[in-house]
């Protein structure tokens, strides 16, 4: 298959004939959802010769591989990824310009897959990007949600959730392969045998089994000829489901059965650190896990491969601990399927996995119950039991006598009941345990898993998050990408460090005046945006202050609404002159799980705050708070490039790293944040005047928690006391005085992640901000230097990492 023509009329052609074969429409009846769908088709052409390349020469000379296991892939639109891998937008501009047709209306046309609920969801779509562009050879595996993320919309200012029905109108990016089917078996029970050579053996008798079927989607690399492949399973019903719709008299309840099986993909969970220990999120998590590994070592390696050496062909990563259940079932592949003894099994097992933790919140590390997992996977069961034993003996051998450490390191805890620790059954089976921060990776070391650090200190190391440079700073923001290129070439697309090219303009006053201009002209493209979406009027001549991450209350959305109340109130008392106040648009864009009821109270107040302050002609001109709804990787692409300021403002030691902190900073946004997660290491290399520091240190916090009483920072300090005083007063609730009790009772009596102690320091740091951007030359010089020094948070740096000191894979070009 040769690459099609690259020139306008090839493109028109090819897409006309899209539009008329496979849509079946003529160009003059088609909806715009067809045009778009016959476009995303045209498109794909373009890579497919080089995916079949990719695939056959990873099969004629096979290198090791990753193979990257994550329960989440939020990947974000697709076609402008595409058209940028390709080197075609300019051509299809011009090809649908001929054809009467207008690019952005199709683009706004592509839902995207938001297959993720945040930070560790856009890691991986991030990964996968740089690995396919480093000509890394990589399989994401996943899980075919059905319904992503919710779509969030507000009603009466609170949070409510619709369904994500991002497969409806079509999804032309993905490549069902039902003839590459899996089958995944649940339940049932366990027996020994003897085999024919006299050997004792296990075998799952299982009780219901589905099958999964892979849709591939094409990860292409940048302008580099690869595209790799992320393989996402989703389940349906077996034949056997069919048979006995027509054996059983009861056809109803044989539907129901086939629901019962296609239920597992159905739907993302929308719990981003408070696992509920859900059946079906265990049948998620071992169902796409059992696809994968059966996938990879009996479809993709030959038939006859020796499992013994499986470690040279593959490693898997574990993002977070969510695809866990991997490590027994491999052992279960080898030794029950595969007929390897149980030593040589573990060894290679224990070869081919390592483990990324995503947290540090305890409430977020999964323990799934025993009963659980003996009812749903009896066989894994045995083999995690036998794994716990052995390993448990290697413990009282290192330190004999010491009970209590034995306690304490058990994959099998047995309080509050028995449960499998998955973080302890991911360390034990890892080659390497790597945290996504300096600070986190130490803490991880230090606080949550100390006993194993200690006893395997060279299995522990770091590897700092990155974002990619494509969606995040080329596609997202292309008029600061092209005075940039202007300036240094357009090597740093895939290789950011060259951005540090960029440090000797920060004090060219031209370059400045054309960097705020981009500034400028991004706010008025976002003003466009949110004036349509969402009814706002975004005054772009205000600072552009950026809260953008799920709702989470160590993150502390509550904190800069303290802030936003404390600015108003000074200005409404009379405290402050209104015209000595630099004119702020404080953004917020939040999402909070369904079922949690103090990020909801958050979204609620947000919204009541937002509703006055806008109204209120006292500030006109001078704050306002806009909360667009359902923010979302599209959404962020048009914020982030707008952006003046970074809200990073985490409790110390709780955000493990963050990448939204790196993608605002790439994209010239100062930071205002906590010494927490990555923010600690953009400090360091933007520096200090270029970073608006504030708030404890995390040895601070440790201290404080031990004798915390928030209520008296409210009673010594008159500003906080006046905002949360305002907030109590029924102001911003049309004078109804419980409307934010919870919030406020919560934050005088319990604020577990302290947002009234930093409160001083954060107001403080604030007023730091104001006089700073006073001054526009001044900060765009240090906005020029946060994107000139940022080159670091590339992800192509993370894989750098992870395939230097984790993977210990090589690049491999495709298509030779
Ligand atoms: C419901 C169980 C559960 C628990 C944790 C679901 C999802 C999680 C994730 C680990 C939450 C998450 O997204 N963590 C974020 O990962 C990012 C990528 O490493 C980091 O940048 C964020 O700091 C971290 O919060």
Redesign the pocket.
């Known amino acids: 298959m040769s690459t099609p023509p690259h020139t306008v009329d090839a493109f028109v052609e090819a897409f006309l004939r899209e539009l008329n074969v496979g849509q079946g429409v003529s160009l003059a009846r088609s909806s715009v959802n067809d045009q778009a769908l016959a476009l995303a088709r045209t498109v794909r052409h373009h890579l497919m010769a080089r995916w079949l390349e990719a695939i056959a020469t990873q099969r004629r000379s096979p290198v090791k591989a990753v193979g990257y296991l994550s329960a989440e892939y939020l990947l974000g639109r697709q076609l402008d990824n595409a058209l940028l891998a390709t080197d075609l937008l300019d051509v299809v501009r011009e090809g649908l310009a001929a054809c009467g047709l207008d690019l952005d209306t199709l683009r706004d046309a592509e839902l995207e897959p938001g297959l993720g ?5 856009r ?1 991986a779509a991030c990964f996968v990007d740089s690995l396919a562009t480093m000509n890394v050879p990589c399989i994401g595996y996943g899980i075919r949600y059905e319904y992503g993320i919710f779509r969030q919309t507000f009603v009466d200012g609170r949070q409510v959730e619709q369904p994500d029905t991002w497969l409806t109108l079509g999804s032309p990016w993905e490549f069902p392969h039902p003839e590459s089917a899996q089958q995944v078996d649940f339940a049932g029970y366990t027996e020994t045998y003897v085999d024919d050579d006299g050997q004792e053996r296990c075998r799952w008798v299982s009780g219901w089994h589905v099958v999964g079927v892979p849709y591939n989607y094409m990860v292409p690399g940048y302008r580099n000829g690869r595209v790799n492949t992320l393989r996402l399973w989703s389940a349906r019903a077996t034949k056997e489901f069919d048979l006995e719709i027509f054996n059983s008299g009861d056809y109803a309840d044989a539907v129901r059965a086939r629901t019962f099986a296609e239920n597992i993909t159905k739907v993302l ?1 929308p ?6 220990g859900k059946e079906l999120r265990l049948q998620q998590q071992y169902f796409f896990v059992a696809c994968s590994l059966a996938d990879y070592m009996f479809e993709v390696l030959p038939r006859d491969f020796d499992m013994t050496r499986l470690h040279e062909r593959i490693v898997f990563q574990l993002n ?1 601990t ?1 695809p866990v259940i991997a490590v027994p079932e491999m052992m279960r592949l080898l030794v029950d399927v595969r007929k390897l003894s149980w030593d040589d099994a573990w060894a290679v097992t224990q070869k081919c996995f390592a483990y990324t933790c ?2 540090l919140l305890p409430e ?1 590390l ?1 323990v799934w119950p025993v009963d659980l997992i003996g009812r749903l996977l009896p066989r894994h069961l045995e083999i995690i039991e036998r794994i716990n034993a052995e390993f448990l003996a290697e413990v009282r051998e290192r330190f004999p006598g010491d009970e209590l450490r034995v306690r304490r390191m058990s994959i099998i805890s047995d309080y509050p009941e028995r449960g499998v620790r998955m973080a302890h059954l991911a360390t034990v089976a890892a080659t390497k345990v790597n945290g ?1 921060a300096a600070l986190h990776s130490e803490l991880l070391r230090d606080k949550v898993l100390p006993d194993f650090s200690e006893m395997w200190p060279e299995r522990f190391t770091n590897v700092t ?1 990155g974002v990619t440079p494509r969606r995040f700073l080329k596609q997202a923001n292309p008029r600061l990408s092209d005075l940039v290129t202007e300036a240094i070439g357009d090597g740093w697309i895939t290789d950011l460090d060259q951005l540090q090219g960029l440090e000797p303009l920060a004090d060219d006053a031209e370059f400045r005046a054309r960097f705020r201009a981009v500034k400028r002209s991004n706010k008025e493209r976002l003003a466009d945006l949110l004036r349509r979406r969402d009814g706002y009027e975004l005054p772009v001549d205000s600072m552009l202050d950026v809260m953008v991450k799920r709702l989470h209350e160590y993150k502390r959305q509550s904190l800069k609404l303290l802030h936003v109340v404390s600015v108003y109130e000074q200005i409404v008392s009379g405290r402050v002159d209104p015209a000595s106040v630099v004119p702020r648009t404080v953004v917020f864009g939040a999402k909070a799980a369904p079922g949690y009821r103090m990020a909801k109270e958050t979204i609620h107040a947000i919204n009541c705050v937002s509703a006055v302050v806008n109204d209120d002609p006292a500030v006109k001109g001078v704050l306002s708070v806009v909360f667009p709804s359902n923010y979302n990787v599209t959404l962020a692409e048009s914020l982030i490039p707008a952006a003046d300021l970074s809200e990073q403002i985490s409790l110390a030691g709780k ?5 939204g902190n790196m993608k605002l900073a790439l994209n010239g946004a100062l930071t205002i944040g906590t010494d927490d ?1 990555a923010n600690v290491e953009i400090r360091e290399l933007v520096g200090d005047d270029n970073f608006f520091l504030f708030g404890m240190l995390e040895p601070e916090v440790a201290t404080l928690a031990e004798h915390y009483v928030p209520s008296r920072c409210y009673e010594e300090d008159d500003d906080l006391k006046r905002a949360i005083d305002l907030l109590s007063s029924g102001a911003f609730a049309g004078g109804d005085r419980t409307a934010f009790e919870p919030l406020v009772s919560n934050l005088l009596y319990e604020d577990r992640f302290m947002a009234l102690a930093d409160y001083r320091s954060y107001v403080d740091a604030q007023s730091r901000v104001d006089a700073a951007y006073r001054d526009p030359d001044a900060w765009a010089r240090a906005a020029i230097l946060n994107v000139a020094r940022c080159g670091f948070f590339s992800s192509d740096r993370s894989m750098r990492d992870y395939i230097d000191r984790i993977w210990h894979t090589e690049p491999a070009p495709a298509g030779e």
């Open positions: 609920n945040g930070g560790l969801g890691l969970y719990e981003d650190s408070t696992p509920q977070d969510h995503h947290t977020a999964e996504v998050n955000e493990a790293s963050g990448t997660g």
